[in-house]
């Protein structure tokens, strides 16, 4: 391990050929029975490139990609990013009026979307809406490799011209993150910032090439997207996508494949320690490395993951969509310091906890965590006052968590930004999703908070005011928010009440409403 930043491509497609060059002939991605080297996965790059500029493409536009992770999203991506454009990932688990939302505020040319995941259709959903900006929706399952024909292959002159012309400052993606508004932000990242931070965040937590990297943290998410298959091409290791978590599943793959690394929430890892101690014997010998966050982990758990599934290295983190990774444990810390920190800066980060005006704080102080590093965002799409906001002239991001760094620099998160909490380690906030529920005809208001909850960390609790003379039950709004939002954001529970709490300036008190909660 080491403290100082690596020299990596300077492009997530230049990651993708130099991977090429260095290791053609090394398994680069396993989907399901088939499997590609890293010289055919360029050359399938290269070859939807050139299918996305017979079409139309290019440079500075934007394609959204809408599927589970698989080969076709990985080329997807990787051919728009040749050409210039930049991918919009958006979340498997999204309802019609959430993708429109983000396909038009993105502006996006061309959507690549499944036709066959959990029993949704997302192409059908979306197919008779109006977005401005579309000129087509592609099947990213049935009719991909019909797209990739029209083009000219992977020696298309325009696809080498494209790649000559790409450079680490042309932005590589714009990812919705909810906001406290109700309106997510779309933080928008350059390649170099990709490659760079993932690059040094795969060394930290000992990613190392020729590696089989199962992904289960979902593709339109950082973790699985970033910290994943592209952080496999920068390292040389096999990509061995999870289109979903499923326990069986996942444990034939780790036997079958010899995985070695596999990150996730620890809900994965709760589970696999579930089917050995129900008494089965499973061969995790090849396991080596977790990557966990987004919900604590006890010691306990960390030492029986060191004991039963094998695991030489265990670390945690902390990250956020507005500047990718940010910190992470070592490897050798102790079960202590993996359980209640999120671990150290990675190079070329500055982190610091201030006061409510900003001051820095000394060491085990309470405060903010406040931001500084390359991988910043560039801001917010179409969105300068939220940029300012979030980000100062200084440059550093203020994250609005609240924590204490210790005098090694570990980084403790005490408390979340304000009102946000976890759901199987989704970002939920509830500006966003009471918005999405008094779409209901038969609400007046709605206020939700999150509430423990052993398998999920916690769920969403709706208490909802009903307009006059409308008649509901909870199993009905349930039912509707599972229709018209991501199921994470859909409430588990709802409470029907005549008031909320509120201070005199009419806004409501969350924190009475989790003391309700609490009582019940």
Known sequence: ???????????????????????????????????????????????????????????????????????????????????????????????????????????????????????VDHRAMIADKSTPDLQEIVSMDAEFDAFVARGKGADDPRVASAMAALNGDDISDIIFTSGTTGAPKGAIT???????????????????????????????????????????????????????????????????????????????????????????????????????????????MVERMRKELGMQNIVNGYGMTECGAICMTCQGDDAETIAYTCGKALPGVEMKIVDDDGNDLPANTTGEVWVRSHAVTKGYLDDPEGTAKAIDPQGWLHTGDVGAMDERGYLKITDRKKDMYISGGFNCYPAEIEKLLQANPAIEVAAVIGVPDERMGEVGKAYVILRPGAQADEAGIIAWARENMANYKAPKSVAFVADLPRNAGGKVLRDELRAMAAKH
């Open 1 to 119: 391990m080491t403290d100082v930043m690596g020299n990596w491509p300077e492009t997530i497609p230049g990651a993708a050929q130099e991977a090429a060059q260095k290791w053609p002939n090394q398994l680069a991605l396993i989907d399901g029975e088939r499997s590609w080297t890293f010289a055919e996965l360029w050359r399938d790059a290269r070859a939807t490139a050139s299918a996305l500029i017979e079409s139309g493409l290019k440079p500075g536009d934007r394609v959204s990609v809408w599927g589970p992770n698989c080969r076709n999203w990985i080329l997807a991506s990787l051919g728009t990013q040749i050409v210039g454009a930049a991918i919009v990932p958006l979340n498997t688990r999204f309802k019609a009026m959430e993708a429109v939302d983000l396909i038009t505020r993105s502006h996006s040319k061309f959507v690549f979307a499944s036709t066959v995941f959990r029993g």
């Open 190 to 300: 350059t390649h170099r910032q990709v490659t760079q931070i993932f690059g040094d965040w795969a060394t930290r937590v000992d990613l190392r090439q020729g590696d089989n990297y199962l992904i289960v943290n979902p593709f339109f998410h950082t973790f699985g997207y970033k910290a994943g298959w592209v952080g496999c091409l920068v390292r040389g290791c096999t990509i061995v996508p999870m289109p979903m978590f499923d326990v069986q599943e996942c444990i034939r793959m780790i036997e079958h494949h010899k995985i070695n690394f596999i990150p996730g929430p620890p809900t994965i890892y709760q589970s696999l320690l579930a089917e050995i101690g129900a008494g089965k014997t499973f061969d995790f010998s090849s396991l080596r490395v977790a990557v966990t966050g987004a919900a604590p982990v006890p010691p306990a």
